[in-house]
């Protein structure tokens, strides 16, 4: 098969490579007895020859400015062999990109434990700095601490959003700016590592909050904690966020709160390319997902996995305020505001 898609190429290469910045066609070709890295041949640098090293793969390349050129290539290397792609690629007869996207998404023993890791240290940053929060903190200088403790830690921000006081109302994606924090912030991130995806956010309070704040938060974790809970093997994200809403809105009917719901089965892809599909996707175990669920600009959002007989939220960690939120007779215990 001929998997050329950058959720592919970075699964199989096992690190995040900007695959467009190549130029033309380049993927991986598997075949039964071998595996190949098909490039352009101008660019034969040491960045493909480290990822064919660690993959087994025989580097390939082609001349670009010739014609046919990729085509014979491709000939000589399938020796006329159906062949399944992950693309529109003309060479190939069988798009198969929704049956490996599949396997893709379910992540093995190995994989489990390296995105645990990725969520623990991506919560635990997001964390250390909402704890240096101060009033008069400008939020482009939080996200500028974020951003810098991420690369340090190896982790790529793909997400970075902070929102002060009146800005949760105002933005419903806050980029950092000149605004400064008086009573609270949120903080939202996402990080990648090694390619794959973790979401998380969490809010700080510097001075006291408005209990209309807290009823809001309470609200808003209540529903993520019922959107974390249905979100089962073999349902879709879509049904999931359309019954939750309903079951929201029946339980207080004359509440005239705005409420936002999304889901992201947690990928290579870049989250804006997730979020167009979201409502379509359904769960399979083994699975990360991260819902956010927000009610008039509080926002929540952890990273969970989903196992066979329970989902385990992955951005949990240890010394930071939680909360008791109770649903379908149980108790789960979700990330608190702190409160400085």
Known sequence: MWLAREENFTWLAGEGLLKATFGGEIGFLVLGDALYLIHNDIHDDETLRRIAELTNAQLCGYVPNQPGSFEALLTDLTRQRRIGTDGDQAFFQNNIDQLFAQQRLT????????????????????????????????EKAIAAELAQRFYAAGIKPSLLLISADSGIRRFRHPAPGDNVVNRFAILIAAGTREGRHTAVTRIVAVDGLPPAFDERY?????????????????????????????AYHASDPTSDWRVRLRADVLDYLPRPVRSRVWRTQEVKPYQAVAWSTGINGIRIEDTFLVLPERNEILTSTENWPVIEVQHAGHTVFRADILRL
């Not at 434990?113 to 009033?135: E, F, H, K, M, W």
């Open 107 to 138: 992540l093995t023993p190995s994989e489990q434990g390296q995105y645990r890791t990725l969520c623990r240290d991506c919560a635990s940053i997001v964390q250390d700095v909402a704890r240096t929060v101060r009033p008069g903190q400008a």
């Open 218 to 246: 309470r609200a808003a974790m209540q529903l993520n904690t019922a959107c974390m809970n249905h979100s089962r093997p073999h349902c879709r994200l879509g049904d999931v966020a359309q019954e939750r809403l309903a």
